[in-house]
């Protein structure tokens, strides 16, 4: 708490001395003008209010916001969504060009919800707006990235991601296989058919 919020000004009003003032008398020579004083009083929380902050004065309430996890991601991928907003109690909406228009729903003192991203959405950065039934908004940002292939693991030399060369390899060996057994089972069928 600062000092500025312990000590607030309370203005005093003085009062005249004589509670009757006499017929006649110029009520510009009576006395001393009144002043005002200035009394530190120290701020204290009635009911449970925010420091400094007088009592009936609008409360600040819980941050407004909203957030997309993960925040990068490709088309045809679901997000998650969390918000806040003033009043939890009730859904909202969470809009994106990425996504469209989607509702996020009381759960655990926040608002939640799922949003697939557009098969067709382009690569690019993209904002998430939050729109609060009370009038707020919030907004973050969503990055889509095109679709990546999983890369290859490093050659290491013992089995592990060889996937793709035992793949490459299988289509010739099997064909070649193939190829040397008809030529070899023609070949022996001639042979065969000439013996007798």
Known sequence: MTLAALLTPVPAVATPLSPSVPAGTDSAHLAAPARAAVVPVVAGQPGGGQPGVPEGAPQPGPTVFVEVSPSMVEPGHLVGLRASCHDNSV??????????????????????????????????????????????????????????????????????????????????????????????????????????
């Open 91 to 196: 859904g909202a909406i969470v809009v994106s060009d990425a996504f469209g228009r989607v509702a996020v729903q009381p759960q655990r003192g926040l608002l939640t919800g799922t949003a697939m991203v557009k098969e067709r959405v382009l690569p690019g950065n993209y904002r998430v707006k939050l729109e609060c039934r009370g009038g707020e908004t919030a907004s973050t940002m969503i990055q889509v990235v095109r679709q990546m292939k999983p890369s290859r693991g490093p050659a290491t030399g013992f089995g592990g991601s060889a996937g793709d060369i035992t793949g490459n390899l299988l289509l010739p060996g099997g064909l070649a296989l193939t190829v040397t057994g008809m030529v070899l089972w023609v070949t022996a069928t001639r042979r065969r058919g000439s013996r007798r």
